[in-house]
């Protein structure tokens, strides 16, 4: 007898938060570049272009607002994980555009763009 259950399509979370906060910045007028850029230092989850801007962008999802929700969970360590991988993707580059770092929140059901958060590059 064969098993007639269907096979799950079930994203697991992260890729599912990433591709909330792809269409929600895509209909805020951004432009897909990157998505999931790794390097030995850490991941980029986002890189996308606003007008002559380079955005990186770390997508953080919660279910709920424990522990200070989603924008709190980015501590230092990961903040310069995030400024040395974006270094190294911008040393692919031939021209250096104007760059910044956002954070897409997801908590629940709620999304929240911060920009500019990090002040290193």
Known sequence: MQNTTAPKTRLPSGQAGENKALDYLIKQGLVLV?????????????????????????????????????????????????????????????????SRFDVVALDGDDITWLKNVIDEM
């Open 34 to 98: 990157a998505r999931n850029f790794s390097s030995r230092m850490g991941e980029i989850d986002l890189i996308m272009k606003d007008r002559d801007t380079l955005v990186f962008i770390e997508v953080r999802k919660r279910s709920k607002g424990n522990f200070g929700g989603a924008v709190a969970s980015i501590t230092r360590a990961k903040q310069q994980r995030l400024v040395k991988t974006a270094q190294l993707f911008l040393q692919k580059t031939v021209k250096t555009p104007p």
